[in-house]
Structures are given as C-alpha cells and as structure tokens.
C-alpha cells in the first residue's frame, strides 16, 4: 500500500481543483463526499479486509470441495432434497461448489472495491467525436489524390468493367447453393411442390397403427375413439431412405363416431361406417395433432390451438390455421382391413407457394 | 511510481518489452485510468456481455462431448426410460452429456440459463438505454449494433434450442419450415435448399450446428467487440447530478475501481448462473423422448424470447389467399415474417426517426430523464405493452388451463387488447411524464413540501418547505427545453413557392406532437427566487429546529461511528453544527 490515496485532502469540496498534478491522478468532482466508515474507522478497515480475504478463502475451498464432488459422488445416485424434490446428487453438488466457488471470488472484489478502494468521484474531460477540420481536409486531399494518380475517373472503360466484374463475381458462389439439395432418386424429376403434393397413400393400402404396424380392423376402433396410423409401408420406406421425411407427410388419425354425427365429408362416402380418416399433420405450420374431443369433435393442435371439426370436413372452427384438414377416403380389403381407397386428395400439412 | 516486487519488476518488463513492438503503453496510459460514470443500470450491459461470455465457455465445453449426426442410432445409455429406444446420434449424446458425463448435466444447464439471461439482458440494457435517449448522437450505430445483436441473440438460442433432437426441439423446427414455406414465390424452395429437401430429413442437425456454434456466436464477438470499442471511444454517457455536464465524465477510474466492481461482477454473474444451472432444471430433454414429426407434446412452449413470435402465429385470424393458382398464406406471413421486420426495422431507425422529427443534431452524452421526453418514453411503453401482449398470446394455452378460461376467448381478448391497449399506455405514460413534470417544477419553485405546518406569530399557518439538495437540484434543472421545429412558410418573401412545404409540415406537426405539452423549466431567477423563499421559511421555523436536532444528534451520537475528537456532548455539537454553516 503506498502512502498517497488520492481520497486524503479531498473530502471538502473546496479543496477539488487545485489538486491535481500527481501523475496517474485525475482531478476529484467538485461534490460533497460522505467519508465511509472504513474511512474513518481501522477497525471497520481491517473488518472489511478479513471479510474480503475470507470471501476469497471459500472460494478455495468450494473449488477444492468440487473436485471431490466429481470424484465421491457417483453419477447414479439421487437424493431427496426438500423443495428440489428427487435430484442428482452430482449435478447438485457440482452445481452448488462451483457456482459458489467462482460467486465468491466476485463477491469479495466488489466487497475490497467499495469498502477499501477510494469511492471519491474523479473527473476527466469529453471531446467531440467530430475530427479536426485539418484532418477532414487532409483526408479529403488524400482521396483526391488516389482518385488522380489511378485515374478511377478518367479510365471509364476499366471503371465499369471492374464494377461489372464485382458484380458477377458472387454468382459463382450464389449458384453453388443449388446442391444444398441433392434430389434422391425417387425426387428426380420433381419440383419441391410435387415432392410436398404426394404421400405414400395409394389404392388399396392398408392403414396400420402407429407402433405397433398392426393392421386394424373396424372394430378395433370404438365409437368415440381416437388412433394414429400409418401406412403399412411406411416401415420399409423408412429403413430405405433413412429418413423420417415419409412420416412427417403419411401419418394420420382415425376417429370413430356414429354415421349420423358426421354432418359432412371432403367426398362422399370417404368414411367407413363411421370411421374417419384425417391426416395428422397441422394445416398452418405442420404440428401433429392428436388432441380431440370427443363429445364435439374437434381436433386441437397443441402448438397454436388450431381447431378443426372431424365431423364437419375437418373445417376450421377456431385458431390460425386456414385450411381444412385433409381427409383420406378409406373402405375395407378383402381381409376385413382398413385401407385407404385413394390417396390424399390434396396436399397435406402447411401451405406452400405452389400450392394453389 | 516505485516498483518494489520482484513480480512487479518482471511485468514492468514485460510491459516494456511489448511497448517496444506494439507500442501499448501509449494506450494504456490513456487508458487505465479510464474514468466511468456510476450508475446500477449501467451494469444490465454487463450482465448481457458475462452471460456471452458463460455461453461461449459452457458451448465450448458441450461441443466436445455433442455429436451433431441424424444418423440413427439404439440408446444405451444411463437413462432406463429410453434405453433400447431407436433416436438420432444428436439427441443420444445429449443424453449422454446430461446423464453420462459428470457435469454434464450442469454445463448443459448453465448454457441454456445463460442464453436465456444473455437474451433477456441484452432487452433489459435497450430498454435503458432507449428510456434515457442514450441512443442520441453520437451512439445512433452503436444502437443499431445492439438492435442486431439482439436479433443474432434470437437466432443463436433458436438454433440452440433445436440441435438436442429431442420432441420439443423437432416441433420448433417443424413451426420453423411451416413459416419458410409460407415465403411467397421462393419459400417452397428454400425451404428444401436449407433442410437439403423434405422435413425433416438427414442433414438439418449437421447444418444447424455449424451456424449455431460458428457463424453466430462469431458474428456476434465481432460485434459485442465493435460494441464495447464505441462505448470505450466514445466514452459511456452518465446520468444528470452535481458537477455532471455534457462534456465531462464524472465517476471512477478503471484501474482498480472497475476492474474490481466489473471484474467481480463477471464472477457474480458466472457463479449466480452456476447456481442457477445447478440447482434448477431447464429443458429436461429426456422427458419429451427423439423426435419424430408425428408426435407432440401438449403445451409445448418455445424458450421465453420466442414466445412474442409463437403468440404472434396464435393471434392472427387465419386468413389465406389464393391469387392465380398461387397461395399466399396472410396467416403466417403477417405474424411471423411483416410483423418481427416492422418490429425490428422501426427499432433499428428509431435514433433516426426521432432525430429527423425533433431537428436535434447535437451531442448528447447527458442521459435524459424518461419524464423528460414523454412522447419517447410513452413511444416505448407502448411498444413493450404490445409485445407483452403477444407474449401472453404465447402462453395462451397455459393461462388457460391454469386459470380455467376458454382458449378461443383469450385469443379474441388479444386480438382487440393488441390493437385498444397500447394506445392507452401510451396517453397514460404521456400524461404521467407531463405530471412528472410538473411536479418537478414545483419542487425548483417552492422546495419539497415537508407536511410540516407552522403557526407564524402574527397568526397565519404555512406549510414548511425544505429547500433541495445539490444533487436533487443539479438532476431536476438538466432538463432542457426544446422547442419543436418552426411551421414552414407556403412561400418566401418573394412568392417563389416552398417544393418542400408538404414534407416540412409533416415534420413540424410531428415534432409539435413530440414536444407537445411539455412544462417549461422555470428560469434561473425564478429558482431562485423559489429557493430563497423556501429557505426563508426554514428560517422561520428555525428555532424549533435546534431542539429537535439536539434530539438527532442525541441518537446519532450513541451509535459506533464516534472517534476520539468528536464532541461529545450536544451543545458541543451544535455550536460546531453553527460554526460550519
């Protein structure tokens, strides 16, 4: 500690502007200042610094105390802990030893910065962030003079064919992000909106419930009941392309109601004896939804409450979304298996550009 | 300076040693004693730059235990749930990061809460700096750098929130490629360049994470640096108060005053958010299972910076065009794509816009009071009260179970409220700045009314005014009174017509509109006329005085701040009192 504190002779205002001619110093605001007790006081000076030191002292050991979490404490082990409830032991323990540890050292230098170090308000001046006049000219004379000795003005026919070639040159790289797709083999050929337009659902292809790719049979659906489904090939489709891109489009619910609730159809006679086919996938921005009720027939999407009525088209009731959901016609095969008796006829999930 | 320690000698050569190739003592001579104003809402900035910097440090750490593959893989892991269960390679090491790696969990936890403070901070500190005009010149870039670091703020936690794979994560996404598809004319397209084709595809995860822990955390280094640079040169701007002026900086130097309080406070920060990231949980990804694009959980809710946008999405009526076969989705494109860029575009021009209307084109390094430019103040009230709105339109599924209300009725409650409040606050915030005001010019004129009512010999009863402190008076007469810029004339002296009357007029009535109402602050002989009456009130009820302070002093002087030499007695203490006044 040196003998010179800039705090000493300051406490009176008067005393502000002669002050300074210390190098290292700046001169003290002219405002009355209110001594600290550490100021005035040892004592309270020599408290403050054991609080800082011991501040810094647990901080050690939390730090020290952290390490021997991470080695004692197996990562397996939970414990019960009043208001946290059941909780890793680890995760709580690391959290808390470390999170002290480095909560400690702060603590302490903002305890040594107000109570010890000077908390007398010091003085410096502004400048204009406006340049000098003659630098603005000599700038400007610089300018000039790269302008002349180029001859960026006079040189038309090199001035343009560089402003051309600035403005090409990006293409090349602007056109490499073509590939960002590599259309599969079965994409080749179609347009992003074809590709949007078609599920796997075709003539005749059995729905089966998502899994456990069970065929279903009517009456495995009771009235009032609510399953998802898929096609009975979106299994093979999957381990083929090694994607869930078919999911995302083919999956669908299948409600039951009793044939005189349904008060209309996307076509006629597109359920079977009550049974309902709707794809899963939100109109608006492409939730799956499976949240319905019963009693009204409405099919809820849980991202941002679109509400549709199965039993009315699947018309919006409610909510964001602008389109009904797509229905899927469906009958029965041989076998006595729903299947679906066409494909979707319009295209399902969010609305494109395209999409007409 | 005498150096005197070994280590002390060693740096100073080594300070040497680097001056005589960079030259940094140049630098630090101007610099280390750098002198910043003090003020707790200066620190909201520096809870956003340590929250940075907890991210980078925590992200790094994740990095190298994430895997960002799709591919898929059978878990077999710690987690019984979901052993044995098929998921992405992504979504499969972050469980392993947060059950297999010890701390994992904790590092996992404090990057997402510090994200979350970093975002919410990084508002906070507008906030204050919009309120108090610190925008104003010269800071209007250093403004614009903040409004896109905002927006990289955004991007970053998104594009973090969604590299887990798990169901939640999987949904956000799902909402994201909904509202790239809704673009009109190019959306269908992009949409399939960024996913490398349909939803969800194999590369989406890989993609994202070069973008999530590349390109925006080093765009937003780049600026955070460029931020503090223009704070540094331009030196930070300080609240009105006793020897404070617009060409000075009065507060404490750098070394050792803020290299203390700031360099604590970075351990502050970083510890509190330790804690936090220990103690309680966020985005407990194992309970939502992989993703898969046909499932979802109910009340799925994004993280609370993209709740504005998601409210947004709920709150529009769902309106859909078909114009020529090609269609335009209003009901996405509006909430998600117009509403945020009108949002962000008038947030990023405000120091313009207000500059053009007002015609102020001086240097302001002197904060302003929020009562002090009401249309300001009631301008950005009313801002937040609209994207509080369409916040709660973000929860709307939770408020309404929670509070046992109908979905459909907190929706068209928003659609009116979003449109029927904000002008309210606005008026309100305005009329209690001009009340503000006036109250201030009340205190300049007649002093704090102290309650205190006096019986004068002569029989009249006043009530007791105190006169103002210094600081409260140095605070209260920093306001400045602008006058709006002046009606513009049809045509000059000699009849040749005005082109830019039009657009002349429009600035003055909206600069009219800007100050409007405003309480002039009274001159300075009127102050102090006011102070000097207050003070010779005071005068009169003096006598009374000097008992009740005997009092005070009384109980004053029992407390532990005596030291040999004060006076020990009450009269000794009020004759000292007398002779220092």
């Known amino acids: 500690m040196t003998d010179i504190s800039p705090r000493e002779g300051h406490h009176d205002s008067t005393a502000a502007h002669e002050v300074e001619a210390r190098p290292g110093y700046l001169p003290v605001a002219d405002i009355p200042h209110r001594p600290r007790a550490t100021d005035t006081d040892p004592k309270a000076a020599r408290r403050a610094e054991r609080q800082v030191a011991s501040m810094f002292l647990l901080s050690m050991l939390f730090a020290a105390l952290f390490v021997v979490a991470y080695v004692a404490i197996d990562k397996t082990t939970i414990i019960y802990i009043p208001v946290f409830g059941d909780v890793g032991a680890s995760q709580i323990a690391l959290g808390f030893t470390l999170g002290a540890s480095i909560f400690l050292i702060g603590a302490g230098a903002i305890q040594w910065a107000k109570k010890l170090m000077p908390d007398v308000e010091v003085v410096q001046m502004r400048h204009d962030q406006v340049s000098p006049q003659a630098d603005t000219d000599e700038a400007a004379a610089n300018y000039e003079r790269g302008k002349d000795e180029s001859g960026f003005a006079r040189f038309k026919m090199i001035r343009r064919t560089l402003i051309g070639a600035l403005v090409l040159f990006p293409i090349p790289l602007v056109v490499m992000l073509r590939d960002l797709w590599t259309p599969t083999a079965a994409e080749q050929g179609q347009s992003p909106a074809d590709i949007l337009s078609t599920t796997l659902w075709h003539e005749d292809l059995r729905i089966v419930s998502d899994g456990t790719y069970a065929p279903v049979r009517p009456e495995d659906l009771p009235v009032g009941g609510l399953i998802s489904a898929v096609p009975e090939d979106l299994r093979e489709v999957e381990e083929v392309e090694g994607n869930l891109n078919a999911r995302g489009k083919a999956a669908i619910i299948l409600v039951r109601m009793s044939p005189d609730e349904i008060r209309s159809q996307q076509g006629d006679g597109w359920d079977y004896q009550g049974i309902l086919a709707y794809s899963k996938i939100c109109t608006h921005v492409g939730c799956p939804i499976a949240l319905y009720e019963q009693r009204t027939h409405h099919l809820l999407c849980p991202c941002h409450q679109s509400t549709f009525d199965l039993a009315d088209s699947g018309n919006v009731v409610f909510g964001p979304a602008a389109r009904r959901m797509p229905q899927l016609p469906i009958g029965v095969d041989a076998e006595g298996y729903l299947v679906a008796r066409a494909g979707f006829a319009e295209p399902v999930g969010p609305s494109f550009w395209e999409r007409g | ?581």
């Not at chain 2, 994200?115 to 610190?134: E, K, P, S, Y």
């Not at chain 2, 809704?182 to 993609?207: K, Q």
């Not at chain 2, 102050?527 to 009456?533: D, K, T």
């Open chain 2, 1 to 581: 300076m005498t150096t005197t320690s070994p280590v002390e000698k060693a740096g100073g050569a080594t300070a040497g040693y680097v001056d005589q190739r960079i030259g940094s003592n140049k630098f630090l001579s101007r610099n280390l004693g750098k002198v910043f104003p003090d003020h707790w809402s200066f620190m909201l900035g520096e809870i956003a730059l340590y929250s940075f910097i907890v991210v980078l440090l925590t992200g790094v750490f994740l990095t190298l235990f994430y895997k960002p593959s799709m591919l898929e893989v059978i878990y077999d892991g710690s987690y019984v749930p979901l052993k044995g269960v098929k998921m992405s390679e992504a979504y499969a090491s972050s469980l392993d990061i947060s059950f297999d790696i010890r701390g994992g969990l904790l590092l996992r936890q404090m990057h997402h809460w510090s994200a979350l403070i970093f975002v919410a901070a990084m508002a906070v500190h507008m906030f204050r700096v919009f309120f108090t005009g610190a925008f104003r010149k010269p800071r209007e870039f250093n403004w614009i750098i903040g409004v896109v670091l905002t927006t990289l703020g955004l991007l970053a936690g998104f594009s973090g929130y969604s590299l887990p794979d798990d169901l939640l994560s999987g949904t956000g996404l799902q909402i994201a490629r909904g509202i790239m598809q809704a673009v009109p004319v190019v959306g269908t397209w992009a949409a399939f360049l960024v996913f490398d084709g349909e939803f969800p595809g194999t590369d989406f995860i890989a993609r994202l994470y070069g973008v999530h822990i590349l390109l925006i955390p080093g765009l937003i280094l780049a600026l955070v640096t460029v931020h503090l640079m223009l704070v540094w040169t331009q030196k930070h701007t300080q609240f009105p108060g006793p020897g404070r002026t617009n060409d000075n900086v009065v507060g404490y130097p750098l070394l050792p005053i803020y290299m203390a309080k700031a360099g604590g406070f970075f351990f502050i920060v970083f510890g509190i958010i330790a804690l936090v990231g220990g103690l309680v949980t966020i985005n407990p990804i194992w309970i939502f299972g992989p993703y898969t694009p046909d499932q979802v959980t109910a009340g799925s809710q994004p993280d609370w910076y993209i709740g504005f946008l998601d409210g947004a999405l709920r709150v529009m009526p769902n309106i859909e065009t078909v114009f020529l076969g090609w269609t335009i989705s209003w009901n996405i494109l509006i909430p998600a794509m117009v509403l945020p860029g009108i949002m962000f575009t008038v947030l990023g021009l405000y120091p313009f816009i207000e500059a053009w209307v007002t015609g102020d084109k001086g240097e302001h390094n002197l904060l302003d009071r929020p009562r002090n430019a009401p249309t300001r103040t009631a301008f950005g009230m009313m801002a937040i009260v609209f994207y509080a709105l369409l916040w709660v339109g973000g929860a709307n599924d939770i408020i309404a179970v929670a509070f046992d209300l109908s979905i459909n009725s907190i929706i068209w409650f928003l659609r009116v409220t979003l449109f029927v409040v904000p002008p309210i606050v606005f008026v309100v915030t305005r009329r209690a700045c001009l009340g503000l005001q006036r109250r201030d010019r009340e205190k300049l004129l007649h002093g704090y009314e102290s309650g205190r009512v006096l019986r004068l010999p002569h029989g009249e009863f006043i009530e007791v005014h105190q006169p103002l402190s210094d600081k409260d008076l140095a605070v209260i007469t920093s306001k400045t009174d602008h006058l709006p810029l002046p009606a513009p004339e049809k045509a000059d002296a000699e009849g040749v017509r005005n082109k830019h009357y039009r657009w002349q007029s429009m600035r003055h009535k909206l600069s009219s509109f800007f100050y409007a109402d405003n309480v002039p602050k009274p001159s300075a002989a009127e102050i102090e006329a006011g102070q000097h009456h207050v003070a010779h009130e005071a005068e009169l009820e003096a006598p009374l005085h000097e008992y009740e302070d005997a009092d005070e002093i009384r109980q004053y002087h029992g407390g532990v701040l005596h030291h040999p030499g004060e006076p020990e007695t009450n009269a000794e203490q009020i004759e000292q009192q007398r002779s220092q006044h």
